[in-house]
């Protein structure tokens, strides 16, 4: 049996699929000896490599060697350093965008919304301009929910600490961020809550909602008024009476936005989970669908992929200067650009950023890239969107949500119970996990090692299906629904 997998052609190290101990074959056609322990998901050198040389994973340099390495070696920390330098040399070369395959005939149950859009919930959103106000969302949320219980998918409040004492560019994104999930087609009705005094006054958040889109939207000022729970739940029946009973109709692929995240990877997230969700975001955009990808700093080291699938120079333009500018942030405070991965990452065998880059960017499979985002900003086009966030779970899945995900695909090799507004699918890299955390994991990526990509693919397409349609995510079960806002700048 295979204790091992070699990704490229080219790859001078293999990724453990088992725990393989000394001596062992890694290949059941190669005499291939593994010379020390290699954990599941670590790497093991398949030739000698020179101190200095390239290690190659991916088809791609992962880094290069800190010390001679023989064959079967493993391959980590103490012998793996990272080549990335603080800026990039970025070639405009498209490379011709292959044949989309023929898109799936899958279909789903969703909301209709005035703008064609569908959302995938009718749920009431509330959200507080200003963290003062969280407590009161909350309870005005959890009396609403149990009022108006079968009428709507139900009544969540969105609290955050922000909205006040901050300046320019922080202000901005607390903005930003809030007014794109008033406009999210998951939601049905909105009520924004203020207080009154805070920064984040209420007028200029509503300034950057558009007329047309702000039916659904109630919004209250908790000074202004004297008994504030009374008057926000009297708000929330008037939402209801608006949007409530409405019912499900069949909507094409094409009519879903499919956000692609990965936290808590491992040494396995690159061969299973995230290929799979790869192959999701083809067969969405295939059907004529929006997928966003985002976390930023985890694509740097493959980030000329993307480049390379962008639609025209303006795109790849843009890309640029989002690299740019998010690496000029990591210099700006002093910090490494090459600063990850995390240690949960690191135990399950991901060594350098290259590594977890080159693993990452395969969720958004060979789409084109049509559009590039700024954070707060929303999916326009059908293809591939990059949204400009950090790789900070709940900011870049909440900037996902804001961008108009109405359904989240979640990676992860260590496992993690969060969930967002959007409804959030957690795959899980291996089998064990599935299996341990049963309570947080969704679907099983570990079965493409047994059963293949395809049959895989189906079987999470239809899970998508499903949850698009209405059936409850783990997180969603668990009632993990929340968000979290980019804090950039200074506190007053």
Known sequence: MNRAIRIGDGDNVATAIADIAPGQLLFADEDIRAAAAVPRGHKIALAAIARGSPVVKYGFPIGRAAANIAPGEPVHRHNLATALGDKGDYRYHPQPVQAAAAAPSTAFRGYVRADGRVGTRNEIWILPTVGCVGNLAARVARIAGERHAGRVDGVHAFKHPFGCSQLGDDLGHTRKLLAALAQ???????????????????????????????????????????????????????????????????????????????????????????????????????????????????????????????????????????????????????????????????????????????????????????????????????????????????????????????????????????????????????????????????????????????????????????????APTKAEANEERDIAIWKSGVTL
């Open 184 to 470: 999210h087609p998951n939601a049905g009705g909105v009520l924004i809550v203020a207080l009154g005094c805070e920064s984040n006054q209420l007028g200029a958040l509503l300034d950057l909602i558009p007329a047309d889109r702000r039916a659904h939207i109630r919004t209250l000022s908790a000074q202004a008024v004297e008994d504030d729970e009374a008057a926000c739940l009297a708000l929330i029946d008037e939402l209801v009476e608006h949007c409530g009973d409405m019912v499900r109709t069949e909507a094409p692929l094409s009519k879903l936005v499919l956000g692609v995240k990965c936290g808590g990877s491992d040494g396995l997230s690159g061969l299973t989970a995230n290929p799979l969700v790869g192959r999701m975001a083809d067969a969405v955009a295939a059907a004529g669908g929006k997928v966003v990808l985002t976390e930023i700093p985890e694509i740097f080291g493959a980030e000329q992929l993307l480049m390379d699938r962008a639609v025209s120079r303006a795109v790849f333009d843009d890309t640029v200067a989002l690299v740019h500018d998010f690496k000029d942030y990591f210099i700006r405070h002093g910090e490494p650009v090459s600063e990850n991965p995390s240690p949960g990452n690191i135990a399950g065998g991901i060594t350098t950023l290259e590594e977890k880059s080159l693993g990452a960017v395969q969720k958004g499979g060979r789409v084109p890239l049509v559009d590039v985002q700024r954070y707060g900003g929303e999916a326009r086009l059908p293809g591939l969107t990059l949204l400009e966030a950090p790789g900070n779970d709940a900011v870049s899945s909440t900037a996902l949500t804001a961008a108009g995900a109405t359904i989240i695909l979640f990676t992860t090799g260590r496992g993690t119970p969060l969930g967002f507004p959007a409804p959030t699918l957690k795959i899980a890299s291996n089998s064990d996990l599935a299996a341990r955390k049963a309570g947080w994991i969704d679907f099983d990526a570990g079965r493409v090692l047994d059963n293949g990509f395809e049959r895989s693919a189906e079987a999470l397409l239809d899970l998508i299906a499903a949850t698009a349609s209405g």
